[in-house]
Nanobody, 127 residues
Framework: EVQLVESGGGLVQPGGSLRLSCAAS????????MAWFRQGPGKEREFVSA????????LYADSVKGRFTISRDNKRNTLFLQMDSLKSEDTAVYYC????????????????????WGQGTQVTVSS
């Protein structure tokens, strides 16, 4: 059974940092590209960042470029998202997802969202 368990969210002030984790099980982790999505209050789920199976290729949404860093540890079957210089508009529930391929194209990840989603982790940026 595929399981994706996100953690690391919380309440942080604007300008602060958080590091999210996604523990994966039930599939061969390093066979898949991985991505982060988020869903803010009253908004649709949106792409945040993705990385290839080996972590060498990375893609970021314009809204987080230069502030967020995606990484993965294939030995621990874990995906990470380091979030720095957080803004109030980053407030959302963050989810990780797996993909069969990596493309330098946000639309690929938006169009091929699969059926496996974790419970998400809440990030709230507020003073």
């Amino acid at each position: 059974e595929v399981q994706l368990v996100e953690s690391g969210g919380g309440l942080v002030q604007p300008g602060g940092s958080l590091r999210l984790s996604c523990a994966a099980s039930g599939f061969t982790f390093d066979d898949y590209a991985m991505a982060w999505f988020r869903q803010g209050p009253g908004k649709e789920r949106e792409f945040v960042s993705a990385t290839s199976w080996n972590g060498y290729s990375k893609l970021y949404a314009d809204s987080v470029k230069g502030r967020f860093t995606i990484s993965r540890d294939n030995k621990r079957n874990t995906l990470f998202l380091q979030m720095d210089s957080l803004k109030s508009e980053d407030t959302a529930v963050y989810y990780c997802a797996k993909f069969s391929a990596f493309h330098y194209d946000e639309s690929y990840f938006n169009d091929h969202q699969g059926d496996y989603w974790g419970q998400g982790t809440q990030v709230t940026v507020s003073s």
